[in-house]
T-cell receptor, first 116, second 113 residues
Framework: ETGVTQTPRHLVMGMTNKKSLKCEQH?????MYWYKQSAKKPLELMFV???????ENNSVPSRFSPECPNSSHLFLHLHTLQPEDSALYLC???????????????FGPGTRLLVL | KQEVTQIPAALSVPEGENLVLNCSFT??????LQWFRQDPGKGLTSLLL?????REQTSGRLNASLDKSSGRSTLYIAASQPGDSATYLC????????????FGQGTTLQVKP
């Protein structure tokens, strides 16, 4: 186990629903990340938080709204999503944003999202 | 544009074979390169990390090499086993200021008993 948990593991929602994804890390890290993994596409970085402050938004549509109340928890609030938003959403954490060259990120198992 | 490409997209081999997975990147000014493993329904597990000053890293039956000048990395798996079946992802980090990783699409490996 990586020490990064995500809930729920599976989610089906309609385009008018509002839902939230939760990520929690038990590693004492200070940086957290949201990634999107769509079928046939590489993982795409969505957001980065460092010490609870958002440091990167990779041109993500506003229907995705992240929240980082503390260094251990990261949320992704979903509102009026489109079917093309169906994907695996992965959370990751690291000691800090500016990692040393030998340091890595630790990933959670992901939330499989289906938008109908 | 910084891109990472992995070939082949899928690979099926009989148990016991040695195999090579390929990763290429367009910008050679990398900070480090990682190989991850992803099992169905699970997250990513880091296998090997090669810093820009290194040429290779080894862990058990796995060996990863890095050739920055040609923009290539290979992951060598010796004596493959059915438990090696998974998707293998290559990821490149370019900056020391951010942990941003640029991923390839992955190679899905099936090792048949």
């Amino acid at each position: 186990e990586t020490g990064v948990t995500q809930t729920p593991r599976h989610l089906v929602m309609g385009m008018t629903n509002k839902k939230s994804l939760k990520c929690e890390q038990h590693l004492g890290h200070n940086a957290m990340y949201w990634y999107k993994q769509s079928a046939k596409k590489p993982l795409e970085l969505m957001f980065v938080y460092n010490f609870k402050e958002q440091t990167e938004n990779n041109s993500v549509p506003s229907r995705f709204s992240p929240e980082c109340p503390n260094s251990s928890h990261l949320f992704l609030h979903l509102h009026t999503l489109q079917p093309e938003d169906s994907a695996l959403y992965l959370c990751a954490s690291s000691q800090r944003r500016s990692l040393a060259p030998q340091e890595t990120q630790y990933f959670g198992p992901g939330t499989r999202l289906l938008v109908l | 544009k910084q891109e990472v490409t992995q070939i082949p997209a899928a690979l099926s081999v009989p148990e016991g074979e040695n195999l090579v997975l390929n990763c290429s990147f367009t910008d050679s000014a990398i900070y480090n390169l990682q190989w991850f493993r992803q099992d169905p329904g699970k997250g990513l597990t880091s296998l090997l990390l090669i810093q820009s000053s290194q040429r290779e890293q080894t862990s058990g039956r796995l060996n990863a090499s890095l050739d920055k000048s040609s923009g290539r990395s290979t992951l060598y798996i010796a004596a493959s086993q059915p438990g090696d079946s998974a998707t293998y992802l290559c990821a490149v980090r370019y900056s020391s200021n951010t942990g941003k990783l640029i991923f390839g699409q992955g190679t899905t490996l099936q090792v048949k008993p």
